[in-house]
């Protein structure tokens, strides 16, 4: 899994790569300057840590000061952000930046307006894997710091029984079986579900979360009666915002949506950069 330094530093190759040319050739390399991050929308901000980094990289003494933590949030025309460095710091790492700044906040901010739309409830919405590769430590983060939580962080930390393992074991009882036996007693099952009898036979293989994959409210409601509180019930597939809170009073207990990632929408962040 990469890290956070080994993730700036691969963007800021793919920027800068052996030199600016257009700062280089202008700027004199030890003017400084001050950099002011604002806010173009109303937002929730995340991804401080990893830009205060990002000008780190290229400048380890810069001062890189917020009156905001990542969670809250932040009003249209409002500074979010104040870097003292020198003028080619402040210039090579703008974009770079900006750019974890703005599509975490997105993340955030999308995931907080998605909670709200099942205020009230116990609902608890999670993530999925549809990440951008490579990011996905940092999204995941964002969905946590926008107030949703995650599912699990990959194929390593999960269990997660889907169509295809269905079809490769022969069924749903058998996969469960399978994996029992090689997996911790402390590791949760979950089966992917489409059908009233695909949950039925969920149930009898005793697992421990059962997904209900594109269904209706119908049918949703009739899993949920099913199942009786033997197992947690997730809903996935087609979530959309709109939708939400008709699936948060089936009694479900998980609903999963992919858009929580690979549908935000980047945050409009601006810099303005001056000498000192």
Known sequence: MHTIEDLINL????DIGPGDITTDNIVPANERGQGIIVAKQDLVIAGLQVAKKVFRALEP?????????DGDSVANGTTVVTIEATLGTLLKGERTALNFLQRLSGIATQAQAYIAAVSGTSVKL???????????????????????????MGLYDGVLIKDN???????IVPAVKRVRRAISHLVKVEVETTTLKEVQEALAAGADIIMLDNMDLDQIREAVAVINQKALVEVSGGVTHERLKDLAHTGVDLISIGALTHSAVAVDLSMRIAKT
């Open 61 to 69: 003494t810069t001062q890189f000061t917020s009156p905001f933590n």
């Open 11 to 14: 963007a800021l190759k793919e």
């Open 165 to 171: 393992h269905i079809a490769a074991a022969g069924g």
């Open 126 to 152: 999670v993530d999925t894997r549809k990440t951008t590769p490579g990011w996905r430590v940092l999204e995941k983060y964002a969905v946590r710091v926008g107030g949703a939580y995650n599912h699990r």
